[in-house]
C-alpha cells in the first residue's frame, strides 16, 4: 500500500521537491505509463491544495482525448489550439490562467474551475499530451507552481516508458 505523505511547507519550491520524491516513490519498480500518469494524478489531487480536478490528456490524430484524471466527469475531445489545454499542447508550453473565465476559448468542464495550469508532455520533442490542473481559487497557480510540475512530468516521462 502506498501511503501519501502530508506535505507541511509554506514554501512552495520546497512544497515540490517534497511533491517530487513521494512521486518516485510512487513509481518504484513500475515504467507503465499509464499506470503511472493514473497514480500520479491522484497523489497530485489529494496533496496539492485547493483543486477541483487533476488529471491528462494525450495527444492522438491531432486533437487531445481525456485520460486517467480525479474530480468530475470532463470533456473528453480538445482540438489542437482550442482552450487552456489545446493552446498548451500546440505551443509546447506551460499555460497558466489566473481566472480563467478571462481567457479566450477556455473550455467549461466544472463550474467551480476558476484557475487553471496545463504543462504539455514532450518527450525529444514528440508531443505526449498535457497534465491539466484546475482550482477553484483564483490566481492558484504561479511560476514557482508551473516550475515545480515541469519537474514532476519530468519525472514521470523519465520512470515511464514511452511507446515509439
Ligand atoms: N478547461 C480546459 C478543458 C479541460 S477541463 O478543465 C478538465 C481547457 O480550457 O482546455
Not at 55 to 79: E, H, M, S, W
Not at 90 to 104: G, S
Amino acid at each position: 500500500m502506498f501511503t501519501i505523505a502530508n506535505i507541511e511547507t509554506k514554501d512552495k519550491p520546497d512544497f515540490y521537491h517534497q511533491l517530487n520524491r513521494q512521486v518516485k516513490a510512487l513509481f518504484e519498480g513500475e515504467r507503465d505509463f499509464l499506470a503511472n500518469t493514473a497514480n500520479l494524478a491522484s497523489l497530485l489531487f489529494y496533496t496539492m491544495p485547493a483543486l477541483n480536478w487533476v488529471g491528462f490528456y494525450f495527444y492522438k490524430d491531432n486533437q487531445l482525448v481525456l485520460g486517467p484524471f480525479n474530480g468530475k466527469p470532463a470533456c473528453v475531445r480538445i482540438d489542437m489550439g482550442k482552450g487552456v489545454c489545446g493552446t498548451s499542447a500546440a505551443n509546447r508550453q506551460t499555460e497558466r490562467v489566473d481566472n480563467v473565465h478571462e481567457f479566450p476559448g477556455h473550455i467549461p468542464c466544472d463550474s467551480a474551475s476558476n484557475a487553471e495550469i496545463v504543462v504539455p508532455l514532450i518527450d525529444n520533442e514528440r508531443l505526449l499530451g498535457v497534465l491539466d490542473i484546475d482550482s477553484p481559487q483564483f490566481s492558484r497557480f504561479d511560476d514557482a507552481d508551473a516550475r515545480g510540475l515541469q519537474l514532476i512530468v519530468k519525472t514521470l516521462l523519465d520512470c515511464s516508458d514511452l511507446k515509439a
